[in-house]
């Protein structure tokens, strides 16, 4: 293991007695106590998380917006200062590479990318930005990057920064200092409940971390983080999103804006919704406990139309869920369906996504 990347706070999950694994090459915690416990917590109170394996790069120069409008489908010319957006990065035939966050500051522009696509990222960006005025920094390895998302995290996080996260419009961020730090908080997540995500340095992150949890922020880990992006229907790179499937596929029309100008996919993706054959993402809600797992055959009728790309038994809904991509043709809200869960057949029904909604204020 000496070898495989560890994130920061790599010690403060031994001590807390967390299950380790490696995930996308980094060294991660799956579980500290439960995950249902940790899954409800973040839906009742608050949750933190160690998200440092995710890459965060700063774009500067006179083309740093040229390039990110190069390689993003959705439009970061029309970004306000401090906002972020989500996007999707796709190669020429129109296929997923990544979805990522593009942050706009003042005076440049940061991202952050999945974990397990850093690599192919950074090696996208340097060659789309070849004779173009742009600088892309990697800062994964210097910064320490901690989600605390609950109905409760914004109160807690307050007490620690000079910038009141309540008053961040949702999917904006700051610069501004925790516990004295120079550090960045952005109204983000990935649990579908309100919270912040924060990156700050490397050398600061365990005080931070120790601070959130005294205040009350339950340590979680990725297993109650991929049960609560499911409820919230949050698709999941190498799931729900890969190099075979287009934006438009997975849902992802908001994303993809086809009168910015040109990017890089944007042909193919049209051709492709043209040819209107590919399959589409649906959510799933199956009778009874057993949850379908990613690969299980989808059938209707008793002919295969698909596969499911994710599934859990639900802790806040009580219900087995699953995302999966099957022809147009049954993609409608109440269309029956069969899953083979391990040989057997699982009645289940095609829903509206997402699963679950918090409750606003």
């Given at each position: ?89 796709c ?50 390895f ?31 961020a700051?610069h501004t ?34 601070e ?40 992802l ?13 944007k ?19 199956l ?29 806040t ?24 869960i391990?040989?057997t057949p ?16």
């Amino acid at each position: 293991m000496a070898d495989i990347p560890k994130t920061a706070l790599y010690q403060q999950h031994l001590e807390l007695n967390a299950r380790m694994v490696e995930f996308a090459g980094w060294m991660m915690p799956v579980v500290y106590s439960s995950i249902v416990e940790e899954h409800l917590a973040v839906r009742s109170h608050a949750g933190l998380f160690d998200i440092g394996h995710m890459a965060r790069l700063n774009f500067t120069g006179t083309d740093a917006l040229p390039l990110l409008e190069k390689v993003c489908t959705n439009s970061i010319a029309t970004m306000k200062e401090n906002q972020v957006r989500y996007s999707l990065v796709c190669n020429q035939h129109g296929c997923i590479l990544d979805d990522v966050l593009v942050y706009s500051w003042s005076d440049s522009f940061s991202m952050v990318v999945n974990a397990s696509n850093r690599s192919k990222i950074l090696n996208w960006l340097e060659l789309h930005k070849a004779g173009m005025q742009v600088e892309v920094q990697d800062r994964t390895f210097e910064t320490a990057m901690i989600a605390v998302q609950g109905p409760k995290a914004i109160d807690m996080v307050k007490t620690l920064t000079e910038a009141d996260p309540s008053t961040l419009k949702y999917y904006y961020a700051t610069h501004t200092k925790c516990m004295g730090q120079p550090c960045v908080i952005s109204r983000t997540g990935y649990t579908g409940e309100d919270g912040v995500e924060l990156v700050i340095d490397n050398a600061h992150a365990t005080a931070l971390w120790d601070e959130l949890e005294t205040l009350g922020a339950k340590p979680a880990g990725l297993g109650c983080r991929d049960t609560l992006r499911l409820e919230a229907a949050m698709p999941l790179y190498g799931y729900e999103l890969t190099e075979a499937i287009d934006p438009l596929q997975a849902g992802l029309n908001w994303a993809v804006k086809f009168d910015k100008g040109a990017f890089i996919g944007k042909t193919a993706i049209l051709e492709r919704q043209q040819q209107g054959h590919f399959p589409v993402r649906i959510g799933i809600e199956l009778e009874g406990k057993r949850p379908a797992r990613e690969g299980c055959a989808i059938h209707h009728q008793g002919i295969k139309i698909g596969t499911v790309t994710s599934g859990t038994f639900t802790p806040t809904l009580q219900k087995s869920i699953a995302m999966g991509y099957v022809s147009k043709e049954y993609a409608s809200a109440g269309t029956e369906l069969q899953i083979d869960i391990r040989g057997t057949p699982a009645t289940s029904k095609v829903v509206k996504m997402p699963f679950y909604t918090r409750k606003k204020d």
